[in-house]
Every structure is written in C-alpha cells, then in structure tokens.
C-alpha cells in the first residue's frame, strides 16, 4: 500500500471540501485527519517513526505549509484518542482538539465537556488550562467523570478559587475581597462551575429583628437551587459554617419554592480547616480557599 498517496489524497479532497462545501468544514476536517491518523500510524508501524519526517517534507513541498512533523503527529494522535472514545464531539474544532490531545483521558475528557456545553472560543480553552483548571478539581469529581457518575451543584467548583486583583489592592478585607469579585462576576461564576447565575450582593434578611445580609446569593439554573457564598479574608472557623446554615435555612424557609432544590452554601476563605467541614453537620456546605492573580 502507498500510504503517501492515500495520505495526500485525503488532504487534498479536504481542502476540496472546504473550498466547496463551507458549512462542513469542520466535519472534513475531522474526518479527513482522523483517516490520515490511521495511515500515519500503519506507515509508521511498518516503516518506522522516521516516516513522519520524510512525509511532513514532501507535503509541505508539494502541498505547501500546515503539514509539519507536529502536525502530522497531532493528527496520528486525534485517531489514537479518536479509538479510545469512538465518538468525539464535532461540536469542537480541530484547533480545540490541538490543545488537548496530548492529555491524560480524563484531563481530556473533561475539556471536551467543559468545551462542548459553555462553547469555548480556542482562547477561553486556552485560559482555562493556563489556570489548571482541571488540576484545581476537586479529586471526588474527578472520579465522578472517570466513572461517568452524576455530578450535583458544587462539583466543580475550583480550589482554590482565582479571583483577579485587577486593582491591586493592598489593604485587604470581606468587602475589598467582594468588590473584587463583582468588578468580574462573569469569571467568579465560571470558576464554580455550570449553571450559576447572580442575584444580588448583600442580599437582605430579616431574623427575628435584625437584618442579616449575604454576601452573594446566586441561583443554579441546572441544579435548581440557590446558593449562599460568604466570604471570608481568615482561615475557615466553625462559626463560619453556623453562620452560612442559618443562612441557607432562610433561603430555604422563605424563598425557595417546592419545585427547587434545597439550598448550597459556598464558604470562600483564605486557608481550609478540613476538620470544620468534616464535622459539620450539613453536607451542602462546601469550603473553597481563594487565591489573588
């Protein structure tokens, strides 16, 4: 078998495609690489790893550039990875693949997910790996995607937190730590997760005589459900969690309707206290340090 002639060919008829056919470009693409993965990976398994060297210069010489050793080594990948999964999203482009093709499976699949449902432009991928998103999982959630479990409302939440200092603040406190987080409540969101939406700031509630007020009260539309986030600029203290409960038995008491779930709490504070959140009482509760870029 020619597997030089079967490998220009492809390339070809794609660009034949993408000249043609423009809505499907993205199609042929992924097609058309993942059918010059396997050529590659049958030549070089008869010929050798050298073969990738000898092909990339005649493409390049005759079909002219885009086809380098990288390049052709992506694709020989995308087909390995492609055998691995049997369906990969053609929600995705090639260039998207390109970015995370190299990783581990489950680092993989969770960028196909996360890339696929907030339809992410190369560069908000980009960034997310740049901040080691996956890394700052916590490592029940990614069991959850190994197995393919359900996940619920608070799984994805990051630890710790990346909150921008766009400012530079250098006195810190509660309220400078909130400011910051809605100057970019767009980015504080994505760093929970999937579904969370923004309600208000210092959201009023009247126990017994006194008004309490919440630092941030959002509502996941996935879920169902509202979350309560307070902040804090110390290490996690057993009063924190109290204070977050009585909270969510508010929400949950006089706001909440009987279609929605029950509530979250989300403690955001400078160091974790393991020990606090494991001896505490309700489970809804979550603790997640914060970190300033």
Same mark, same amino acid.
């Given at each position: 078998m020619n597997y030089y002639n079967e490998i220009k060919n492809e390339l070809i008829n794609n660009e034949i495609n993408r000249k043609v056919k423009n809505y499907s470009i993205n199609k042929s693409d992924l097609d058309t690489y993942y059918n010059v993965g396997k050529l590659l990976l049958d030549a070089g398994n008869q010929y050798g790893e050298s073969i990738i060297k000898e092909y990339s210069l005649k493409l390049t010489e005759e079909l002219g550039l885009g086809y380098s050793q990288?390049?052709?080594?992506?694709?020989?990948?995308?087909?390995?990875?492609?055998?691995?999964?049997?369906?990969?999203?053609?929600? &995705?482009?090639? $260039?998207?693949?390109?970015? *995370?093709?190299?990783? +581990?499976?489950?680092?993989?699949?969770?960028? @196909? #997910?996360?890339?696929?449902?907030?339809?992410?432009?190369?560069?908000?991928?980009?960034?997310?790996?740049?901040?080691?998103?996956?890394?700052? &999982?916590?490592? $029940?959630?990614?069991?959850? *995607?190994?197995?393919? +479990?359900?996940?619920?409302?608070?799984?994805? @939440? #990051?630890?710790?937190?990346?909150?921008?200092?766009?400012?530079?603040?250098?006195?810190?406190?509660?309220?400078?730590?909130?400011?910051?987080? &809605?100057?970019?409540?767009?980015?504080?969101?994505?760093?929970?997760?999937?579904?969370?939406?923004?309600?208000?700031?210092?959201?009023?509630?009247?126990?017994?005589?006194?008004?309490n007020y919440i630092d941030l009260l959002l509502y996941n539309i996935k879920y169902k459900c509202y979350v309560v986030v307070e902040i804090k600029v110390t290490e996690l203290k057993k009063e924190h969690t109290g204070q977050v409960m009585t909270y969510m038995n508010y929400i949950d008491k006089n706001v909440k309707t009987i279609e929605e779930n029950d509530t979250v709490g989300i403690i955001i504070c400078k160091q974790d206290n393991e020990y606090v959140i494991k001896y505490c009482s309700d489970d809804r509760i979550i603790a997640r340090e914060y970190e300033l870029v």
């Amino acid at each position: 078998m020619n597997y030089y002639n079967e490998i220009k060919n492809e390339l070809i008829n794609n660009e034949i495609n993408r000249k043609v056919k423009n809505y499907s470009i993205n199609k042929s693409d992924l097609d058309t690489y993942y059918n010059v993965g396997k050529l590659l990976l049958d030549a070089g398994n008869q010929y050798g790893e050298s073969i990738i060297k000898e092909y990339s210069l005649k493409l390049t010489e005759e079909l002219g550039l885009g086809y380098s050793q990288r390049n052709l080594r992506n694709m020989r990948q995308f087909y390995k990875v492609s055998q691995k999964w049997q369906t990969l999203s053609a929600k &995705l482009s090639w $260039s998207h693949y390109c970015e *995370i093709l190299w990783f +581990d499976d489950n680092k993989f699949q969770y960028y @196909v #997910k996360i890339s696929e449902l907030n339809s992410l432009s190369i560069r908000q991928l980009r960034e997310r790996i740049k901040s080691n998103e996956y890394e700052r &999982l916590p490592e $029940s959630t990614k069991n959850k *995607i190994i197995n393919q +479990d359900k996940s619920n409302v608070v799984d994805f @939440v #990051k630890n710790p937190i990346i909150i921008k200092n766009n400012s530079k603040y250098d006195i810190f406190s509660e309220k400078v730590l909130q400011k910051l987080i &809605l100057e970019d409540i767009e980015n504080f969101l994505d760093e929970l997760g999937n579904g969370f939406t923004f309600i208000k700031s210092e959201y009023p509630i009247k126990i017994g005589d006194r008004y309490n007020y919440i630092d941030l009260l959002l509502y996941n539309i996935k879920y169902k459900c509202y979350v309560v986030v307070e902040i804090k600029v110390t290490e996690l203290k057993k009063e924190h969690t109290g204070q977050v409960m009585t909270y969510m038995n508010y929400i949950d008491k006089n706001v909440k309707t009987i279609e929605e779930n029950d509530t979250v709490g989300i403690i955001i504070c400078k160091q974790d206290n393991e020990y606090v959140i494991k001896y505490c009482s309700d489970d809804r509760i979550i603790a997640r340090e914060y970190e300033l870029v």
